[in-house]
């Protein structure tokens, strides 16, 4: 028996968008939801209890980084991570599969999920596909790995991936795989996909605790016939959920198309993750194709990069133009940071350095991300997704690229 559940209680007229309610050892999610990224076992800046007042239900932590640091073992001894962290809700780990690619592939060749960053025209940018990357060596078993914190030799296979996770204790957890970058060819990305598929089923081969729900991803690259490959696949082995994951492009067109082709053969009485994914014109998309939770670090770190949301878009606090500015960040919000701060004094906190700039801005970053989630949740049963979509698609203007490789893990 699964040790979650998943109920669809309501369907958009017009696309697969769905409401639904999550069941989980530590307590219920309402989908569509986004999880904060809690990486290194905090969401940063911010205390539990801020991040549950905000409405936050799920959030993820990285089975990768607290290997690391302190440790599965030290965590596992304090009662797993609820205790750890003092969080009583839902939590899902990632395997470590996203930060083998993020060290490897997505060092060597500069790029995230999506590489819309390489014009087509710029070949003098583009990194040779298939180089080896300088600090993952993937072979038919595992993984090795150098350690970003001080250089020693890790092995992460799917076995050793399962127990460092039900050391963890997360609620969900989330099988081994490969990542592939957007600039491999298909021939590699085949590769890697038969590796992903054979390290599902020794996932599912490795799991001990009955109280853990483990989930399957999907994977492909940009490649139709890979991608609805591994959602038959990975569909028909017994997973408690599943997610997307892996590269999904090189545009938001691609990643368009990527969903689809991954969501066909995933089974509707089963909840999905989108991995690493959570600007909102990208919610939308997600919500829209059958998508029930997101995971991004996206609101946290242009939190702390000074760069906040407002419904017309993102704003530069940093910039003087708030110098002088005694309003409200966004006076429509309720947040602690609107109601009680002007944009004059969230500046001056960037300005000086001052440590509660982080707090504040982040505060106010996740209160519109998972307010704007608590919106599409009530669109969906009255049939309102598209008026939700195009009201918020009427004044906000696109987030800007992000630093590839800043992390949340702080490497």
Known sequence: MSAISFEVRGQDPTTRARLGTLTTPHGTVATPALCPVATQASVKSLTPDEVRDLGAELILANAYHLYLRPGADLVAEHGGLHRFMSWDGPIMTDSGGWQVFSLGF?????????????PDEDENRRPVRGQRPRMTRVDADGVTFTSHIDGSTHRFTPEISIGVQE?????LILAFDECTS???????????????????RRCLDARTRPDQALI???QGGPFEELRRESAAEIAAL???????????GRSKEEMRHVLDWSMSALPEDRFRH?????????IFDGVERGIDTFDCVTPTRLARH???????GLIAIRNATFKEDFTPLDPGCGCYTCTTFTRAYLRHLFVAGELLAYTLATIHNLAFILGLMRRIREAIPAGALSDVRAEFAAHWRRIPALP????????
């Open 167 to 171: 050391k963890l204790g997360a609620d």
């Open 306 to 312: 000074g760069t906040l949301y407002t419904p017309d």
């Open 216 to 218: 399957g991803i999907v």
């Open 404 to 411: 590839v490789g800043e992390g949340e893990g702080g490497w």
């Open 106 to 118: 997505g060092l060597e060749h500069g790029v995230g999920k999506i590489a819309s960053m390489f």
């Open 238 to 248: 017994p997973f408690d959920g599943y997610a997307v994951g892996g590269s999904l």
């Open 182 to 200: 957007p600039l491999h060819d298909a021939k590699y990305t085949a590769e890697a996909l038969e590796r992903t598929h054979r390290w599902a």
């Open 274 to 282: 989108l991995l690493g994914i959570g600007e909102p014109e990208d």
